[in-house]
């Protein structure tokens, strides 16, 4: 613990407050008789407390609200309330109630947490990140607030997506919060309703671009190279146009990699696992159709694609096992508006040209009544896009279709889990971006996954600062992948979820993260250690909440 400061000043460091769970021998040593009330309470005592205070708030926002303040308070007793509610709370943390944060980000906020890196202090971005509460940092999250969730551009309110990414770093992979640091860089925003609202609090001005954009993310990495250059990075809700040149550029220049393309496709890939292994398939008999075909799509795709070479599978017939379809239709060699990762799943236009409806267009439709389709993963947005008739027409040539509507928030998911299983009378393998309740069909309860990055970015985050990784690899998610597919429920049960649950997640992270810390000494590129010491070494790394006594002020 740092020195402790004391009276009010104390009571104000979310860190190190304690709240009424301050002993009287500590209520003495920092002046905080008559601060507090008179009984000392445990955090048992104060968790029950405010488990009711949360229940009295009336919609997801408030409380989401509640928990915030809760955070900037006490952070021991945030955590600790989240890991006694954690399938309650995770949702209203973060996803889906996380994107009304954002969306209101200006008109709740309420104190700074994290830091707001502006366009207009460009060349002052040292000394902001000098600023930041706390000297030592092993995790950041940063994002331009660009395309966030499934709601868009968000200008500064994305800040609120580094926040809940980081309470769950926390609260999952146990990466000390005090150690994290959420970061918004506030290039301007093309929202024209933020930039109209008086109480936004970003900087009024469209968005910067080009070069400009470039040169400012670079000013940016160096300042962090140079100021904390041990420091896992972490990009959040870029846009596809930026995300994927932003990530290959800095890969391999420090600790870093990129949620929305990695991530998911590291728990899409665990997912995906996890079904075949519950429907007693092979992995390398899959066909995949992947409606949406963003970078987090092309991303899922390349870690598929890797895991049917690693099956047996040559480079070209694992390509060929892929259709991705954009609001452009399927991608083909005859398109002209397909991007460098675009192209690589382009499938020849003469084996497809007669699948065209008559407008000429192949759509999501005629795509699955020309293939064999047995996986179908929706990252559009596109709120109810897997029709019945589409589901249907998979159903028909598979025994146990796996479906994954992926897209978050709840209202922009492709099809609704129940009305998946009534459409294959029961036989699809179902996991969700968004939470969604079990579903009842045919006298079985059937648990539906929440295919959400919750799963492995807070065990990467782990691996890597425990092992002391100086690089994240593809390879390191793609471990934490197929550990995270070992402990799928589904394997012994087939109404269980194909994911394990939230309230185990935590047991779950220690385990990928001992996988992505094994790779990473693997690969060489963190120090080599028995697996005993990795293991030791992991759970030395994840704090638990619980208060410690304050260190006097020398």
């Avoid at 030791?536 to 994840?542: A, C, G, L």
Wanted: charged share 20%; aromatic share 6%.
């Amino acid at each position: 613990m740092p020195p402790a400061p004391h009276g009010l000043e104390l009571l104000s460091n979310q860190i190190l407050n304690k709240g009424t769970a301050f002993t009287d021998e500590e209520r003495s040593a920092y002046g905080l008789h008559g601060l507090l009330p008179q009984h000392v309470e445990t955090l048992e005592e104060q968790a029950i407390r405010a488990y009711g205070a949360f229940q009295r708030k009336e919609d997801a926002l408030e409380r989401h609200i509640y928990l915030r303040a809760l955070q900037d308070t006490n952070e021991v007793l945030f955590y600790r309330l989240l890991l006694d509610h954690i399938e309650e709370m995770a949702p209203i943390v973060y996803t889906p109630v996380v994107a009304l944060g954002c969306q209101q980000f200006s008109h709740i906020y309420r104190r700074p947490r994290g830091l707001f890196i502006s366009y207009p202090f460009r060349d002052s971005i040292a000394t902001l990140l000098r600023n930041r509460p706390n000297a030592e940092v092993d995790v950041i999250v940063v994002t331009d607030g660009e395309r966030i969730l499934g709601i868009g551009d968000q200008g500064v309110g994305g800040l609120g997506i580094p926040i809940g990414k980081l309470s769950l770093y926390t609260l999952i992979g146990g990466i000390h919060p005090a150690r994290t640091l959420p970061i918004v860089l506030d290039v301007g925003t093309n929202n024209a309703e933020l930039l109209r609202d008086p109480q936004y609090l970003g900087w009024r001005h469209e968005r910067i671009s080009g070069q400009a954009y470039y040169d400012f993310i670079d000013q940016f990495v160096t300042a962090v190279r140079h100021e904390l250059p041990r420091t896992c990075l972490q990009w959040e809700d870029f846009a596809k146009p930026h995300a994927r040149p932003i990530l290959d550029r800095y890969r391999d220049q420090l600790l870093t990699f990129n949620d929305d393309i990695q991530g998911t496709a590291a728990v899409t890939l665990g997912t995906i696992l996890s079904a075949v292994k519950a429907a007693r398939q092979n992995v390398k008999d899959i066909q995949v159709t992947i409606f949406g075909a963003g970078a987090a799509s092309i991303g899922v795709a390349d870690y598929l694609r890797d895991a049917l070479v690693s099956a047996g599978l040559s480079e070209a017939d694992a390509r060929s096992r892929f259709s991705i379809v954009n609001s452009g239709g399927l991608l083909h060699s005859g398109r002209t508006d397909l991007s460098t990762e675009q192209v690589v799943y382009a499938q020849p236009l003469d084996r497809v040209r007669a699948w065209a409806n008559p407008s000429g267009k192949i759509g999501l439709t005629e795509v699955i009544a020309h293939t064999s389709t047995s996986v179908l993963i929706g990252l559009s947005t596109v709120a109810g896009s897997f029709t019945e008739s589409i589901v249907r027409e998979m159903t028909r040539k598979t025994a146990r279709p796996i479906i994954l509507p992926l897209s978050n928030p709840t209202d922009k998911c492709e099809a609704k889990p129940a009305d998946l299983l009534q459409w294959t009378e029961g036989r699809a393998l179902v996991a969700t971006g968004s939470p969604f309740a079990p579903v009842e069909y045919n006298g079985r309860r059937i648990a539906i996954a929440q295919c959400n990055n919750v799963y492995v970015f807070p065990a990467v985050g782990l691996g890597a600062v425990a092992s002391r990784a100086t690089r994240i690899t593809d390879a390191m998610l793609q471990a934490a992948a197929r550990t995270l597919a070992e402990h799928s429920p589904a394997l012994a049960d087939a109404n269980a979820s194909l994911l394990p649950p939230l309230a185990t997640v935590r047991d779950t992270a220690l385990a990928l993260a001992v996988a992505v810390g094994a790779e990473a000494q693997r690969s060489g590129i963190a120090p080599a250690s028995s697996n005993d010491d990795l293991v030791r070494r992991v759970r030395q790394t994840q704090w638990l909440p619980h208060y410690a006594s304050p260190q006097p002020t020398p």
